[in-house]
């Protein structure tokens, strides 16, 4: 008997390797996924100081919780292997965002949600452009999240969940 979980867990991996991947690219000042003569739309710069203010947070509770679990040495460790893993994965996850930005190429329109996102529209589906500055609520997979200019599709386009299946995605 198959196990039918393989798929899902190969995806979070790959998610993982994403991030992991786009801290190095972050330091080399690299993008991903952008070629000469393509337009790149840069949107990490709208979460970049929640992002930093998390990542602050998880700092201070770092050195707490080192300071408070002085006389358990066992748990003081397991705490900063955790508390280093959840560090780096903020940071990865702003690495993610400046790294992979919207691309506009020849005959292309890929939207990005840093190593969790690439959605690719031909722009032959694309009816038109408009400007809105709400943010989707939460749960409605498939809309733009973060406000901006947003494209209407006049046909739907597939596209893969987070975690596995496809589906019909369209942007209002």
Not at 38 to 62: H, I, K, M, N
Not at 68 to 95: K, S
Not at 127 to 156: C, I, M, N, T, W
Request: proline share 2%.
């Amino acid at each position: 008997m198959r196990w039918k979980g393989g798929g899902v867990v190969r995806r979070l991996v790959a998610y993982e390797g994403r991030w992991v991947g786009s801290l190095g690219c972050w330091v080399a000042r690299r993008r991903i996924g952008v070629t000469a003569g393509e337009q790149a739309f840069a949107y990490a710069s709208a979460q970049a100081a929640l992002v930093y203010g998390v990542t602050f947070v998880c700092v201070v509770e770092t050195a707490g919780m080192h300071a408070l679990l002085d006389r358990v040495p066992v748990a003081q460790a397991v705490l900063l292997v955790v508390d280093v893993y959840t560090l780096l994965m903020m940071l990865g996850f702003q690495a993610a965002a400046v790294t992979r930005p919207h691309v506009l190429g020849a005959g292309v329109l890929r939207l990005r949600d840093g190593a969790r996102r690439d959605l690719r529209i031909p722009l032959d589906r694309i009816a038109s452009v408009y400007h809105d500055l709400r943010f989707a609520q939460k749960g409605k997979e498939g809309e733009a999240g973060r406000g901006g200019e947003l494209p209407s599709v006049a046909r739907g386009v597939r596209c893969l969940r987070r975690v596995g299946g496809r589906r019909q995605a369209g942007v209002k």
